[in-house]
């Protein structure tokens, strides 16, 4: 359990994604406490996690020893000013948006440097996150290790360039989402055809990690990877699926750059 005392600013998704991962892995943080202006959202919270402690105002949460800005873009610069005043001085301040760079987090939060970024991935949930990590200049070796022991048990959390966070935005942090409805619809339709959740849950996880392996690890180029299997039935669709992640990918990834 992590000694240090945690603030979310914001109750959101992305923070009961956190705080479901921590407790699947038996490594709740001892005090938790988490602010937003949605009652509803503080009400989910509660319900789920006893013992972390809700309230509707930021600087309660922003005076904790490693902050989190668990916000949208949107309502960023907003938010930075409304708890700069609240940071300890020996915080970390860690954001899990994009578009923010630490350099513009330390402008909006009137000189605090104790940043970092990290975009956050949905199968954290389950202990399988890819949460990419970009530690700001002001942050020593100890305090990089406190946050990698913090967030480890939710998944992989590997150092990165920070210039390089927003490329895994689109990968990893909306990446489930390009995979999640084929899969549930596949595995809607299957269950048609004499299969058992069981025997549908079995086969489909298996197949899933194979073929992502096979892709990176048969040696085989892509062409020849995807001519193993002589019978496509979404082939007349494929080139549009593909175009539009030509398309709306990279414009989105121009919308969150920094």
């Known amino acids: 359990m992590h000694h240090?005392?945690?603030?979310?600013?914001?109750?959101?998704?992305i923070t009961r994604i956190f705080l479901e991962g921590w407790q699947r892995a038996q490594k709740l943080p001892a005090r938790i406490v988490v602010s937003d202006c949605n009652t509803d959202a503080l009400a989910k919270i509660?319900?789920?996690?006893?013992?972390?402690?809700?309230?509707?105002?930021?600087?309660?949460?922003?005076?904790?020893?490693?902050?989190?800005?668990?916000?949208?873009?949107?309502?960023?610069?907003?938010?930075?000013?409304?708890?700069?005043?609240?940071?300890?001085?020996?915080?970390?301040?860690?954001?899990?948006?994009?578009?923010f760079s630490v350099a513009k987090l330390t402008e909006l939060l009137g000189g605090f440097g104790r940043l970092a970024r990290v975009i956050p991935n949905a199968p954290s949930l389950v202990n399988w996150g890819f949460n990419p990590m970009a530690f700001g200049p002001a942050l020593t070796a100890a305090d990089k290790t406190e946050l990698t022991d913090l967030l480890s048990p939710l998944?992989?959390?590997?150092?990165?360039?920070?210039?390089?966070?927003?490329?895994?935005?689109?990968?990893?942090?909306m990446g489930p989402t390009y995979l999640w409805f084929q899969l549930q619809a596949l595995?809607?339709?299957?269950?048609?055809f004499?299969?058992?959740?069981?025997?549908?849950?079995?086969?489909?996880?298996?197949t899933?990690?194979?073929?992502?392996?096979?892709?990176?690890?048969?040696?085989?180029?892509?062409?020849?990877?995807m001519d193993l299997i002589p019978v496509k039935p979404l082939?007349?669709?494929?080139?549009?699926?593909?175009?539009?992640?030509?398309?709306?990918?990279?414009?989105?990834?121009?919308?969150v750059k920094p």
């Not at 240090?4 to 998704?13: H, L, S, T, Y």
């Not at 899933?208 to 990877?225: I, Q, Y």
């Open 4 to 13: 240090k005392a945690i603030g979310f600013i914001g109750g959101g998704r």
């Open 46 to 99: 509660k319900a789920h996690w006893p013992s972390v402690e809700t309230t509707s105002t930021s600087t309660a949460a922003a005076g904790q020893d490693i902050v989190f800005l668990a916000v949208h873009p949107p309502v960023m610069a907003e938010v930075c000013a409304s708890i700069k005043g609240a940071l300890k001085p020996d915080a970390i301040v860690v954001s899990l948006a994009p578009k």
């Open 155 to 173: 998944g992989e959390c590997p150092e990165v360039a920070e210039a390089k966070l927003e490329g895994y935005a689109l990968l990893t942090g």
């Open 187 to 192: 595995r809607e339709v299957t269950a048609g």
């Open 194 to 206: 004499g299969l058992s959740d069981a025997d549908i849950g079995w086969a489909l996880r298996r």
């Open 208 to 225: 899933v990690c194979g073929a992502m392996r096979t892709l990176f690890e048969s040696g085989l180029t892509p062409e020849e990877v």
């Open 235 to 255: 082939a007349e669709m494929e080139s549009q699926v593909t175009e539009m992640y030509r398309t709306r990918l990279p414009a989105l990834y121009q919308k």
